[in-house]
């Protein structure tokens, strides 16, 4: 299985500040990850896909980067909307895998 | 307007069988460009994958818990179902299910909480 793991799992930021949540693979793989954002209570909304593909609808203050091992979800410009709980998720191979959430709050 | 609504029981007692339905609409289950897969999250915790279908009824499973679980679909009825077997506690949680295309799982549905409990 691939691992994947976030970091921070908790993030404290204010309204207009560059935020960036990291997301390592334990090994190698395409680009096949995903960007979530999670707000307490329903569902996960998707972000960012195959790393770096801005899903419709999504401002582009959220961008997506990386390959092979080492993933970046950054946000340009903190909006108050933004605090919410960010997951990646690889989906190259089965089965697919989480991070464990990196959690932005308000400072 | 794609959409996917899971129903299923509220309250299981453990080692009963537990069974979910994903009734999914603006899209067709025997689609080649989509399948779906179902997620879950148990309360404050992350998220896990548990179970995809492919539109040629081929499966896969996680690991950690094939052998409880079968995923299969009713075309004409556009439903996905998920059974788990032996629920325990530790499988209280919110069960998500989720279209995924060949770029991306895109769409999920609004997730129904389940509690296995005596």
């Known amino acids: 299985d691939i691992q994947m793991t976030q970091s921070p799992s908790t993030l404290s930021a204010s309204v207009g500040d560059r935020v960036t949540i990291t997301c390592r693979a334990s090994q190698h793989f395409g680009s096949w990850l995903a960007w979530y954002q999670q707000k307490p209570g329903k569902a996960p909304k998707l972000l960012i896909y195959?790393?770096?593909n801005l899903e419709n609808g999504v401002p582009s203050r959220f961008s997506g980067s990386g390959s092979g091992t080492d993933f970046t979800l950054t946000i340009s410009s903190l909006q108050p909307d933004d605090f919410a709980t960010y997951y990646c998720q690889q989906y190259d191979s089965y089965p697919w895998t989480f991070g464990q959430g990196t959690k932005v709050e308000i400072k | 307007q794609v959409t996917l609504k899971e129903s299923g029981p509220v309250l299981v007692k453990p080692t009963e069988i537990l069974t979910l339905t994903c009734n999914v609409s603006g899209f067709s289950l025997d689609d080649a460009r989509v399948g779906v897969s179902w997620v879950r999250q148990p309360p404050g915790k992350a998220l896990e994958w548990l179970a995809h279908i492919f539109w040629k009824d081929e499966k896969s499973y996680s690991p950690s818990l094939e052998g409880r679980l079968t995923i299969s679909k009713d075309i004409s009825k556009s439903q996905v179902v998920l059974s788990m077997t032996n629920v325990d506690p530790v499988d209280t949680a919110t069960y998500y299910c989720?279209?995924?295309?060949?770029?991306?799982?895109?769409?999920w549905g609004q997730g129904t909480l389940v509690t296995v409990s005596s």
């Open positions: 989720v279209r995924t295309t060949h770029d991306s799982p895109d769409f």
């Open positions: 195959k790393a770096s």
